[in-house]
């Protein structure tokens, strides 16, 4: 479908992936001048913290995101959102349909640029400079020096929560490199 809203190397993005971005949340497509640009367009609001520094996570317009939007989609999928200090965060679709109790920040450590999730290679590509990244955002390939930052992901009555991660990185056992 081609539309005058996005880049025209998107065609692959469907209808479906186009009415996300416009009410909400923006689903990660296999091209990533898309999600390059739709990134940028995040800006972080002024946001009350609950417990944790949980917020609720939000649309680029602002507007919290049922988690029965993202959830609708397929399993594997990524969908982007705003979160903690509207930085835009992925959220993952497991198989069995529920929300990965990790998000993944769209911000490649190496100089910051955004980039969108692959389901081919299923790795996170950034077109900046070519670094991967594998889905749990370990450094697949460099020049990013590190991997990608995560948070907590929760639902709570039908909201997404997304906190700050401060513990324990999984992924190297050692304290995060952003704490
Ligand atoms: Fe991502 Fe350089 S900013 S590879």
């Known amino acids: 479908m081609e539309s005058p809203y996005l880049p025209i190397e998107s065609p692959s993005i469907s209808r479906r992936q186009l009415l996300n971005f416009i009410t909400g949340a923006v689903l990660a497509v296999p091209t990533g001048a898309a999600l390059y640009v739709v990134g940028k367009f995040f800006i972080p609001p002024a946001e009350k913290t609950g417990a944790g520094g949980a917020i609720i996570a939000k649309d680029i317009l602002g507007n919290p995101i049922p988690a029965t939007q993202i959830l609708a989609e397929a399993p594997g999928s990524r969908a982007l959102v705003a979160g903690v200090s509207g930085e835009p965060t992925y959220l993952i679709v497991k198989e069995d349909n ?28 950034c077109p900046c400079h070519g670094s991967r990244y594998a889905p749990d955002g370990t ?23 997304i906190s700050p991660w401060t513990e324990t990185d999984p992924r190297t056992g050692e304290t995060p490199w952003w704490v």
Request: glycine share 6%; hydrophobic share 45%.
């Open 98 to 125: 529920t929300l990965d109790s990790i998000g993944i920040l769209d911000n490649c450590t190496h100089l910051g640029c955004s980039f969108p999730w692959n389901p081919m290679d299923q790795q996170f590509q």
């Open 139 to 161: 450094v697949v390939r460099g020049p990013a020096p590190l991997p990608l930052k995560i948070f907590h992901v929760a639902v709570v009555d039908n909201n997404i929560l």
